[in-house]
């Protein structure tokens, strides 16, 4: 009998699961505060400007990656590679980005026939430069991929984007492994992803010339940046080591019953 219960409410664990997950990266986001992010080198030498206008003078289809890092953690280690179109020459090449810190990046086709933008990159979550291993064998590695699927586009072309936490066994990776990352998320693409107490959320609009934004954060407590004024690991966190199974599956039944 109980077996059965649990089989009647697996169907709901992922969604509670999800919506409970972008609700604490929503959480954090609040208690940070987008107007605390420090800005970026790439950032800092638009002065203000939107970057898109920018983009508009060097590529007819292309992307501006906004990233936003609520954690206290680096992004460090970027590798990317570019499956269709350009880095843009001054901001195209990824680099490190330090705790509660936002850049931008630029990708696009250099305003050339038959190109479009599309690419994969990554980085390499560290901790005062140090890689968070698990299991003293494998670290994370935050992955990005977008895909503009034409070079012809219209203002209601949808694109697509996908994000993704990976363990390497190696601290470094090659820009060919960058390249099956790009495929697998083409070919599964997820716009929320958590592993552990990482969470990151992608979006993009439609169109040629979209904007990309990228978020990432931590829900655990060594990770939070010093502006958070309070940590949000004493609340429900389904990705708690303590949080159990029969944890779920009550709050579940409990869901199922009104």
């Avoid at 409970?20 to 987008?34: C, D, M, P, Y």
């Avoid at 990046?105 to 190109?115: A, E, G, S, T, V």
Wanted: charged content about 25%; glycine content about 6%; some cysteine.
């Amino acid at each position: 009998m109980i077996l059965i219960n649990v089989l009647i409410l697996l169907p709901h664990l992922s969604t509670i699961i999800a919506t409970k997950t972008e609700e604490s990266l929503e959480h954090v986001i609040a208690e940070v505060g987008r107007d605390k992010l420090s800005p970026g080198k790439y950032l800092e030498q638009f002065k203000g400007e939107d970057p898109k206008k920018y983009l508009a003078t060097v590529g007819n289809v292309g992307i501006v990656l906004d990233i936003e890092n609520y954690s206290g953690l680096q992004l460090e280690d970027p590798v990317i590679y570019v499956h269709a179109g350009y880095k843009d020459e001054k901001y195209g090449h990824p680099h490190n980005m330090g705790g509660t810190q936002q850049e931008v990046f630029l990708y696009h086709n250099k305003k050339r026939l038959q190109r479009r933008s599309a690419g994969s990159t990554s980085w390499m979550i560290t901790k005062d430069g140090k890689p968070i291993w698990e299991n003293e064998s494998k670290v994370s590695r935050l992955h990005f991929m977008w895909d503009l699927p034409k070079y012809y586009c219209k203002p209601e072309t949808k694109n697509t984007v996908s994000v993704g936490f990976h363990t390497h066994d190696k601290a470094k990776i090659t820009e060919d492994l960058q390249y099956r990352y790009y495929d697998l998320h083409l070919k599964r693409a997820r716009v929320f992803a958590h592993h552990n107490h990482f969470l990151a959320r992608v979006n993009i609009s439609r169109g040629c010339l979209p904007r990309v934004l990228l978020q990432f954060a931590s829900t655990k407590k060594d990770h939070k940046s010093d502006q958070v004024a309070s940590s949000i690991v004493d609340k429900f966190n389904p990705l708690d080591e303590d949080f159990s199974l029969l944890s779920i599956l009550l709050l579940s039944a409990g869901v199922l019953m009104g």
